[in-house]
């Protein structure tokens, strides 16, 4: 088990990205276009347009187009402009894609998904192995598709799996200092820190272990805190005033650029009534939030479960998702292998997500350049994408329960079963 | 002559509260080609500093007025721009004086100038320079700049304009301005300037410049007004372009405008001009007209005709009693006393630089701009300040900006020698993008950016939201020469508008915010709701547990109670 396995596998992925990129030289602007790919808050477009701003003496945030994070700035004013040397940026692309393929390698390598501390599933020996779940998320549509169109959240992927990787493999401060990173580039990934630091205190090492709990979920959101509070401190240094921060988490929480996206608040907050934005932005939050305390509680054994479940939510009712997210939560999910069959909706929720992936496009173009169809088009082919996207979720969940229960009670395995 | 006038000014005081010092007034009009008249009322009035206070602007908010150096309204047909210097010490201060200003100006001229917020106000950098004398006083000044490109300029504004002027539209040029000709015009436009002027030794005055610019279509504003419904021309009255090889008895391609139309001052403006108005300079004559000395040209009787040495233009002092009109009549071009072109109108000089902008692209989602520069002259360099002030919702990447140069052979690229940007924020600003470029002679600039449409909240789009949102013109100042042999014409700072855009935006659809509410709520709530259902309810098997419990069980009991009742009935009648 070692990087010789997957070197071929990462080569081959690596070698179609940049095939994609050297054949097709107008995909990779064509995608950065779309709005299923770039959002408001990851495009690439406009980290150009942040870019060219900071590198003017412009500040970026004090204007409507940049909601990215600071450090980003710096990080690629190091490359050559992108115009002009595009292959470095698709490299930096293809890089990051290959590193989370192989965090994404080593958590499933670990068997955490069929085998955690606290639980055994009695189907663990049906589990794909992380070259299956790597080469799954490598050569996943929405993730070519992605790194294609370089939007800035494949950081936030990379950094959350890489939390999830260093969780397992009983490092939880690194893994802490991933999810502040990740946190600090998108936001919503603070809210995996209570699944994440569980899954961490299971995963400790029997060396050097805290035994209790709280003495440890205060190191770790200590560690959180810190790591943050630093991130912050050096895009303060860097932008001289904290003007970033309304203009990127901000624009987050107040929802002030609608611009569509494949999720469901975009049209929902145009089409609110004004007085009644500020309430349904808080009940569009607190919703958003109110399942991880539920899930982590219900899940405890299986803290890596609910991650999953998570990124499966986030997906769907973030305020800015697009297909980026998908990808992430479609990459945790074989994971979960040997409990695929126990769900019960596999082909109505792959069904309708095919659906949704073709007739998307063709309905946006249909409203915006056709001008043939209005918004509510492509308004109902989000709607059918959540719908879909949340059946999977929520099949999932019950396939996990289910096997839980099926611990307990061996011999209900196969049989028709109903809750009460 | 100013002793004369200062005697005057207790009189005027009692007539008009606005005019004081002096005050005069010039009509010139210029034939264009095509049979276009280019018609420039022009009215400037000084009053001293000190009148100006004393008087109808004594309260506190009309003093910011009376301080703005240099105040200018623009109305054209793409809209209403105002921009003045306001002293201030601060921002806010700035701010706050601009507001007061637009309320004013708004009630003063029932023009909708109150709705230049913040959104729509800049602070110009580069573009625009103050006129007049103003000493040490810059220091202190702000130059904010407002434009409303949707304003519509109608009488109600022409009505308010002509009371601020001594004679009220009664007498002299202003008793040619009526709405049904001013606003029938193929172009227009209405300027009051106000600028302080000191003169050595004296004490300041400030004055107020009041222009109205009108090309009128000569055939058009003839037609009488008995018939003014225009109607297609009997076939023997058609003009038809004779220069088309098909041309005969029988075949007609029609022609837009036929040259060397007849006409009268009194027949394009539907009345004549009622003598002077008292009160004008008698210096200044009142009427002008540029034409070749070669151009017939019949007045009135009492009218003293004054030529200008350059052959080009005459001026006509008219008396101050009774109705002055003019006759341009038809010069033949053929026969013995044939006359050309030439003859009839002088040719319009070239101007220094020709300004077009226009959108790119298509679909709502994303655009560009394209201004497309050309400098006509062969040999001078022209410098000038382009000056882009756009709605927040026109979302654009600088970093697409490029300046393309054709013609000149050996032209460098970087034209653009100086960007001032200031992005725009959502709901608070729009953007400004101010550059200073130097166009070679003979050559052509491409100016193109991209930009992106913003999809705004349903309350925000105006009722015909499909109509687009207009663009607000971009504003060229041309820098004067630094050469030292440069003309006169080219020692001043002159500024030049292109067309406002029209932008269409993607509109959602606006008659149903109830059911987005309810579907989106439903997509959530079945989401929130089946997964809660997971979470917390147990798994039991399907035989195991209370069979009868629930709803399904009442129901599986009620339907056997009837099945049973149902075959014991039928046993009956059996």
Not at chain 2, 363 to 375: A, K
Request: charged fraction near 15%; aromatic fraction near 12%.
């Amino acid at each position: 088990m070692g990087f010789q396995d997957t070197a071929g596998l990462y080569g081959a992925a690596a070698a179609l990205r940049l095939a994609l990129f050297t054949f097709f030289p107008a995909l990779p602007d064509l995608l950065t276009s779309r709005v299923e790919v770039s959002t408001p808050v990851t495009s690439f477009k406009r980290l150009q347009e942040g870019l060219f701003l900071y590198n003017h003496n412009v500040s970026p945030y004090d204007g409507g187009v940049y909601h990215q994070a600071p450090l980003l700035l710096p990080l690629f004013s190091l490359l050559p402009d992108a115009q002009a040397y595009p292959y470095f940026t698709y490299l930096l692309y293809v890089l990051v894609d290959i590193v989370s393929a192989d965090a994404l390698y080593k958590i499933a390598e670990s068997g955490e998904a069929a085998v955690s501390k606290l639980f055994g599933s009695a189907r663990k020996d049906r589990q794909w192995s992380g070259y299956v779940v790597a080469a799954i998320f490598l050569f996943n549509p929405f993730t070519i598709a992605t790194c294609l169109g370089r939007p800035t959240n494949v950081f936030t992927t990379c950094a959350i799996l890489h939390a999830i990787s260093k969780a397992i493999s009983g490092n939880p401060l690194t893994s802490m200092l991933a999810l502040s990173f990740a946190a600090y580039l998108s936001m919503y990934p603070i809210l995996l820190l209570p699944p994440l630091v569980l899954l961490a205190y299971d995963r400790q090492h029997p060396s050097k272990k805290i035994t209790s709990i709280l003495p440890f979920t205060g190191i770790t959101i200590l560690t959180v805190t810190a790591s943050l509070s630093m991130l912050l401190a050096i895009s303060y240094l860097l932008t001289g005033s904290w003007e970033f921060f309304s203009s990127t988490y901000g624009i987050q929480l107040t929802l002030t650029d609608l611009t569509p996206n494949v999720g469901l608040w975009w049209y929902f907050f145009i089409e609110m009534f004004d007085s009644f934005r500020s309430f349904f932005l808080g009940v569009f939050w607190l919703h958003l939030s109110s399942y991880v305390g539920g899930l982590t509680i219900r899940i405890r054994s299986q803290p890596l479960a609910t991650i999953t479940i998570l990124l499966g939510i986030f997906s769907i009712f973030k305020p800015y998702p697009s297909i980026a997210d998908i990808s992430l939560s479609l990459a945790v999910v074989p994971l979960f292998r040997h409990i695929f069959p126990l769900m019960r909706y596999t082909f109505f929720a792959a069904s309708t997500i095919l659906y949704s992936t073709f007739l998307g496009p063709a309905f946006y173009y249909l409203w915006i350049y056709a001008g043939s169809g209005n918004a509510n088009f492509f308004y109902a082919i989000t709607l059918v994408w959540s719908l879909g996207q949340s059946l999977l979720v929520s099949d999932l969940t019950f396939a996990i329960l289910r096997d839980e229960w099926e611990v307990e009670r061996p011999e209900m395995v196969g049989k028709e079963i109903r809750q009460i | 002559m100013r002793s004369f006038l200062s005697y005057l000014i207790p009189l005027l005081l009692l007539f008009s509260d606005v005019f004081a010092s002096d005050y005069h007034e010039q009509l010139n009009l210029k034939p264009l080609p095509q049979s276009s008249l280019l018609a420039s009322f022009n009215f400037r009035s000084n009053t001293s500093l000190s009148q100006f206070e004393a008087h109808n602007f004594r309260p506190m908010g009309c003093r910011e007025l009376g301080r703005a150096p240099w105040d200018g309204t623009k109305e054209g047909g793409t809209g209403v721009e105002l921009w003045a210097w306001l002293e201030a010490d601060t921002e806010e201060e700035a701010d706050l004086k601009w507001l007061t200003l637009t309320n004013a100006l708004s009630g003063l001229f029932c023009a909708s100038l109150n709705f230049i917020d913040e959104t729509r106000t800049t602070r110009p950098v580069m573009s625009f320079r103050p006129e007049g004398d103003h000493g040490s006083a810059l220091d202190n000044m702000h130059l904010l700049h407002g434009v409303l490109p949707h304003e519509i300029v109608c009488t109600e504004n022409l009505t308010p304009f002509l009371k601020l002027l001594p004679c009220k539209g009664k007498a002299g040029i202003s008793s040619l301005l009526s709405g049904h000709k001013l606003f029938d015009a193929s172009w227009q436009s209405m300027a009051i300037d106000i600028r302080p002027i000191c003169p050595q030794g004296q004490e300041c005055v400030l004055q107020i410049e009041q222009t109205i610019d009108m090309v009128l279509d000569v055939e058009r504003s003839k037609r009488p007004r008995g018939n003014p419904i225009p109607r297609p021309p009997p076939g023997h009255d058609l003009k038809c372009n004779t220069s088309k090889p098909y041309h005969s008895g029988d075949t007609c391609f029609p022609s837009d405008f036929s040259e060397g139309v007849e006409w009268s001052l009194d027949q394009l403006f539907g009345k004549p001009l009622k003598g002077t108005c008292p009160l004008t300079d008698l210096d200044v004559p009142p009427v002008c007209i540029h034409a070749p000395e070669s151009r017939d040209i019949l007045t009135t009787p009492g009218v003293t005709e004054l030529k200008n040495p350059d052959g080009l233009s005459r001026c006509y002092q008219i008396p101050s009693e009774g109705d002055f009109s003019m006759i341009l009549p038809h010069m033949s071009r053929e026969g013995d006393n044939a006359k050309t072109v030439a003859d009839e109108t002088v040719q319009p000089e070239t101007p220094l630089l020709y300004a077009e902008r226009s959108f790119t692209g298509h679909g709502q989602e994303r655009g560009g701009v394209q201004s497309i520069l050309i400098n006509p002259s062969p040999d001078t360099v022209v410098e000038f300040v382009y000056m882009e002030s756009l709605p927040w919702f026109m979302r654009i990447y600088l970093h697409t900006l490029q300046a393309r140069v054709e013609g000149t052979s050996g032209v460098k690229d970087d034209i653009v020698e100086e960007i001032y940007y200031r992005p725009a924020l959502d709901r608070t600003r729009g953007t400004q993008l101010e550059l200073r470029v130097r166009i070679p002679p003979a050559s052509t600039v491409f100016l193109t950016y991209e930009f992106e449409k913003s999809i705004l909240r349903y309350t925000e789009y105006p009722p015909d939201a499909n109509r687009g949102f207009d663009v607000a013109a971009s504003i060229i100042t041309i820098l004067p020469s630094t050469s030292p042999g440069a003309p006169p014409s080219r020692r001043k700072t002159s500024n030049l508008r292109t067309t406002s855009l029209l932008l269409s935006l993607p509109t959602p659809d606006f008659s149903m915010p109830y059911n987005v509410i309810i579907f989106t709520s439903t997509a959530i709530a079945l989401a929130f709701g089946g997964l809660y259902n997971i979470l917390v309810r147990r798994f039991v098997g399907a035989d195991e547990g209370q069979a009868a419990g629930g709803l399904k069980g009442k129901l599986a009991l009620l339907v056997a109670k009837l099945s049973a009742r149902v075959k014991a009935a039928k046993g009956k009648v059996e």
